[in-house]
């Protein structure tokens, strides 16, 4: 099972990404999805999350920015980042709570990481 992130990049201020990120594999059931995100010389901090049946969670300083969403159908989950600010700069992780067979036990992963930076 790998998680495939997509979609950073450089923007402006003000500008807008979307994020993507896909599981595959051997999948029975994905349940939380999200993303985190790190700077250099911090700890990984939660950016948003979101369960299965839609119920989403934000950090506190992207709330009214940005939207967490998912594709149940393709294990993918979305995060559209609008108001981009310079603080936002990170490399974006990808994590998702994976059941790769029925009554197996979920396991929680991570993608590889995709780098936003936005310029002031």
């Not at 992130?5 to 999805?33: N, P, Y």
């Not at 369960?51 to 969670?57: A, D, K, M, R």
């Not at 993918?76 to 609008?82: E, I, P, S």
Request: glycine share 10%; net charge positive.
């Amino acid at each position: 099972v790998q998680l495939q992130a997509s979609g950073g990049g450089l923007v402006q201020a003000g500008g807008s990404l979307r994020l993507s990120c896909a599981a595959s594999g051997s999948i029975f059931r994905v349940d939380t999805m999200g993303w985190y995100r790190q700077v250099p010389g911090k700890q990984r901090e939660l950016v948003a999350t979101v369960t299965s049946g839609g119920t989403t969670n934000y950090a506190d300083s992207v709330k009214g920015r940005f939207t967490v969403s998912r594709d149940n159908a393709k294990n993918t989950v979305y995060l559209q980042m609008n108001s981009l600010k310079p603080e936002d700069t990170a490399v974006y992780y990808c994590n998702a709570d994976i059941v790769s067979r029925r009554f197996y036990p979920s396991i929680n992963r991570w993608g590889q990481g995709t780098h936003v930076t936005v310029s002031s």
